[in-house]
């Protein structure tokens, strides 16, 4: 089963392009966006979410098209959490994660008591509880992080995305941040795709690899399957070992062929 399904999408935005992009995401697993810089993984993703239009294609969510939803309907179904070193917000955890409310909520109405209830839920499985009362931008940048997954966790979707999670992180938050949303992952079946620069995380803690170069898919599959000396060479352009630890692929870089 599938939990979100690209067809032919193409985009343009000035000399960059998204070519023929059809591609499917099991539902109920992790998945992760890979492949060198400019290769259109946080704009595929932002399509996904509707962020962006693309020029032609369909995206579809729970078999489904992604246009044929209302916005707040979708907002229960997806929710996407961007690169954050932009801004941070002037407020309290709690209120930062009690903002994934949002969807279930009119503008002006307040917090309900089964709302709270999702609030410290979502702060319970993040960590997050002990800091509720720490203003957002006094934490770390690992616990910011992690305030932000609660928050999309209380918008109460089956699907998230997150472009680049690990971005910004030391190696200890990181592998933190991972093994988090990899808990999510199993304890509650929410399907989580995401994009990151980090293969081999992407090969330890995902079920499924989409590799992507110059805005087209490459290659598909669990990383096991496509994780090989010949891959890194053709979309890293690295020259590498692969060694296998009970299927587990683990990357040794030897040198760039970049130029050569």
């Known amino acids: 089963m599938t939990a979100i399904q690209t067809k032919h999408i193409q985009f343009h935005a000035g000399g960059f392009q998204l ?6 995401i099991p539902i109920e697993r992790m998945t992760a ?8 993984k946080s704009t595929l993703l932002k399509i996904i979410t509707q962020l962006l239009n693309a020029d032609s294609g369909e995206v579809y969510v729970h078999g489904r098209q992604a246009k044929a939803y209302k916005t707040i309907e979708f907002a229960k179904t ?7 070193k932009h801004s941070l917000p002037d407020m309290t955890v709690r209120e930062l994660i ?57 918008q109460e979707t089956n699907i998230i995305l997150l472009d680049e ?4 992180l030391d190696i200890a938050n990181q592998l933190d941040v991972m093994e988090m949303l990899q808990k999510i992952n199993r304890e509650y079946n929410i399907t989580i795709v995401m994009v990151l620069h980090d293969l081999q995380q992407a090969a330890k803690y995902c079920h499924y690899l989409i590799a992507m170069k110059n805005g087209k898919i490459v290659s598909t599959g669990e990383p096991k399957d496509i994780i090989s000396a ?10 590498a ?17 970049e130029n050569k």
């Open 165 to 168: 999670p690990t971005t910004f």
């Open 230 to 239: 010949r891959f890194l060479k053709d979309v890293y352009k690295i020259e």
């Open 78 to 84: 997806v929710s996407m959490l961007t690169q954050s």
């Open 19 to 24: 070519h023929d992009i059809t591609l499917s």
């Open 241 to 257: 070992k692969v060694k296998f630890e009970d299927e587990y692929p683990i990357i040794v870089p030897i040198k760039t062929l």
């Open 33 to 40: 966006i890979v492949g060198p810089n400019g290769s259109g």
């Open 98 to 154: 009690g903002y994934g409310r949002s969807p279930y909520k009119r503008f002006f109405d307040r917090m309900t008591t089964d709302d709270e209830r999702i609030v410290d839920w979502a702060m319970e499985v993040t960590g997050t509880n002990r800091h509720e009362q720490r203003m957002f931008h006094t934490l770390s940048g690992g616990e910011q992080q992690k305030a932000r997954i609660a928050m999309a966790l209380a």
